[in-house]
């Protein structure tokens, strides 16, 4: 008569064997719930700060625009590519390479946002990049000015906080005035 105490080895084995399977396909399961979390979160931070934007020119009085146009005098969209060449070109600029921190890049966008807002001569230069012929229709503020007045909140650090958000008025088929509209980089708060 054979009598078994236990289990034998490769019992034990083909145990943690399944186990670990198990533990693998829950571990993948999980990392793409987070992910997939992760990005409908900063979906959401991106229409925010959008709004945030548009809110702080009004909260502060500083909304006035002209609608935007083109060098021919049409009705112009500011694309998200635009503004992503905009904060390209300022990537480009010896104050922002040269940043130590990443505070320091911050900062460096703070200054160029309030530098487009005041310095016509200045903003003249981003006017090509944009593709508008009038300074007076739009305004710049930087994603890290929004959040650290309180205008957005990106606990998560999720959004670039170094980067310039444009708010202009678009002239739309149905409002000939034009609406308050912002635009920003793409992916601005999903690079995960």
Do not use: H, W
Not at 40 to 63: D, H, M, P, R, W
Not at 172 to 180: C, D, K, L, M
């Amino acid at each position: 008569m054979n009598n078994k105490n236990g289990f034998t080895f490769v019992e034990i084995l083909a145990i943690i064997a399944i186990l670990a399977v198990l533990a693998v396909g829950a571990f993948v399961l999980v990392n793409n719930t987070i992910i997939k979390q992760k990005v409908k979160l900063g979906v959401a931070a991106e229409k925010t700060i959008g709004e945030a934007a548009v809110s702080y020119f009004i909260n502060n009085g500083q909304l006035y625009l002209v609608p935007c146009t083109n060098s021919s005098g049409n009705p112009f969209t500011i694309t998200e590519a635009k503004v992503e060449s905009l904060n390209n070109r300022l990537r480009t600029d010896s104050g922002y390479t040269s940043a130590a921190t990443n505070e320091d890049k911050v900062a460096f966008f703070k200054q160029k946002a309030a530098q487009i807002n005041s310095d016509s001569t200045f903003k003249a230069g981003f006017n090509s990049i944009i593709s508008v012929k009038d300074n007076a229709c739009y305004k710049a503020i930087s994603v890290g000015e929004l959040i650290d007045l309180g205008f957005v909140s990106d606990g998560a650090e999720m959004c670039e906080r170094a980067s310039i958000v444009i708010v202009y008025r678009k002239i739309t088929s149905t409002n000939s005035a034009g609406e308050i509209t912002s635009v920003q980089e793409r992916k601005l708060c999903t690079k995960a």
